[in-house]
T-cell receptor, first 114, second 116 residues
């Protein structure tokens, strides 16, 4: 079974530029998450989708971050404009609905803002 | 609101020694609890999970954890450390009651070093 795919793996941009990350979840997983992991910290939820609807985006900085999940499958996370403090690893995860809903994680995208 | 506290950001053990990584949680509803491992430049891999069945949970690579409600703890143990166990370990909690909001809340992580 294919895992969660993310691209790119690494990205370096200058502050005030924009950037986008892509995620393809495990087939059949209705729930998709984006997490931000700053160096030395645990992952923090940015947004949760159920199919193509948003369940929780309370911690998403909406003035600069946006995310969408078209057709309830792939998802993109965008930052515009980027700030130095956005330097982090952005992890995408997916899970089935119901039960313990174990989350499966992609390898992440490491963003460096200079 | 849920939260997780991992005591000790760094733990160092000798190869063959007992591994004990501590996790305490706070939750207003019965929790689901998880331990994930993260190797350098990799995503998170599930080690084990507690979902209100047996309180002693066995996971992959010889790890196990015990859910203790009275202590609000879910400590991770392994009887004998191996060099390959060196990694970052994260404890996480989710809401068992609301099936629509199962996002994980993570602790800050514990880096395990294994000395030869």
């Amino acid at each position: 079974e294919a895992g969660v795919a993310q691209s790119p793996r690494y990205k370096i941009i200058e502050k005030r530029q924009s950037v986008a990350f892509w995620c393809n979840p495990i087939s059949g997983h209705a729930t998709l998450y984006w997490y931000q992991q700053i160096l030395g910290q645990g992952p923090k939820l940015l947004i949760q989708f159920q199919n193509n609807g948003v369940v929780d985006d309370s911690q998403l900085p909406k003035d600069r971050f946006s995310a969408e999940r078209l057709k309830g499958v792939d998802s993109t996370l965008k930052i515009q404009p980027a700030k130095l403090e956005d330097s982090a690893v952005y992890l995408c995860a997916s899970s089935q609905t119901g039960g313990s809903s174990e989350a499966f994680f992609g390898q992440g995208t490491r963003l460096t803002v200079v | 609101a849920q939260s997780v506290t991992q005591l000790g950001s760094h733990v160092s053990v000798s190869e063959g020694a007992l591994v004990l990584l501590r996790c305490n949680y706070s939750s207003s509803v019965p929790p689901y609890l998880f331990w994930y491992v993260q190797y350098p430049n990799q995503g998170l891999q599930l080690l084990l999970k507690y979902t209100s069945a047996a309180t002693l949970v066995k996971g992959i690579n010889g790890f196990e954890a015990e859910f203790k409600k009275s202590e609000t703890s879910f400590h991770l143990t392994k009887p004998s450390a191996h060099m390959s166990d060196a990694a970052e370990y994260f404890c996480a909690v989710s809401d068992s009651m609301d099936t629509g909001r199962r996002a994980l809340t993570f602790g800050s992580g514990t880096r395990l070093q294994v000395q030869p």
